[in-house]
């Protein structure tokens, strides 16, 4: 009997209507488009302006486009694992609910929180349970509505973030194509530089943590930055020394989309030519649990059965990793 790896046999996505340009963000804080665009790569990002919608809704969206395209049933699929930052509400699993509201009635659900490496995680959490045995379609979905955690005042952060979803399918594989290795860390230190004050357990919400704009990410720029710029790289590296991938052998580099100069950081350090480096960050910004599968619904039409691409990603935690997989198919 060959070994059951676990591929990616379908993508889907969704961003919402609204574009938030540099233009726009210009008459909101004291920035400009040229400032933005040569720190960060973006150009804007997409905001769900619906107040009554949260992330939910990005992430039903894109699981239904994904079920659409690919033609599966909702009732065959077994697990709903939802990558997130930004829940509907505390308690109840944000997962449930997408998939009940898609018809995945025989599916079990819940959220899995990493920050910007949630994706990336869930990855390898959905390949596990693909791998098993036990399970023959787990859909995996990266969603965030980060403006409803972003002070648009604050133009160290604004600038930043956009909102969107997308979603894949992992099913089992015996021809080899799929997750073929991983890579990922984390490391506590970063838990001072990028995070949410209030909330949580710590300093649970009230009247003073809403006058102090604690319920807004803070982030330390420059040494998120620095850390990022490093621990993508070196996983990169990691993982194409682990498995005696040259820079010829590499397809595509799936980079989370947080920052062009990290991306480019990344590929260097790879040595990878600019044409296998896949980059949407001019368009969303950084949509955190989503980047990586919007990514795979940009680029799917240049995705090539038995291609190799390296998936890498960093987040608040700290949290990073990096994930090798073969494409198994080749888009109709």
Sequence with gaps: MNKITAAITAVGAYVPDYVLSNEVLETMVDTNDEWITSRTGIKERRILKDKDKGTSFLAIKAAQ????KSGTKPEDIDMVLLATATPDMP?????VYVATQ????????????????????????AAAYIQSGRYKKVLL?????MSSIIDYTDRATCIIFGDGAGAVLFEPNEEGY????????????????????????????????LANKQHYVFQDGKTVFKYAVSNMADVSEKIMNRNNLSHDDVDWLIAHQANKRIIDATASRMNLD?????????????????????????????FKKGDNLVFASFGGGFTWGSIYLKWAYDKK
Excluded: W
């Excluded at 044409?275 to 680029?299: H, M, Q, R």
């Design 65 to 68: 486009d994904l079920l659409q």
């Design 274 to 302: 600019d044409s296998k480096v896949l980059v949407n960050i001019e368009k969303y910004g950084n949509t955190t649990s989503a980047t990586l599968p919007l990514l795979l619904s940009d680029f799917e039409h240049k």
């Design 141 to 145: 979905v990266g969603a965030d509505k």
């Design 91 to 95: 308690v109840a699993a944000t997962a």
């Design 102 to 125: 898609i018809g995945a009635v025989n599916a079990f659900a819940y959220d899995l929180q990493a920050a910007c490496s949630s994706f990336l995680y869930g990855m390898s959490t």
């Design 178 to 209: 799929g997750l073929q290795d991983e890579y990922l860390r984390s490391d506590g230190i970063g838990r001072e530089y990028l995070k949410i004050d209030a909330g949580g357990s710590i300093l649970p919400a009230s009247e003073e943590t």
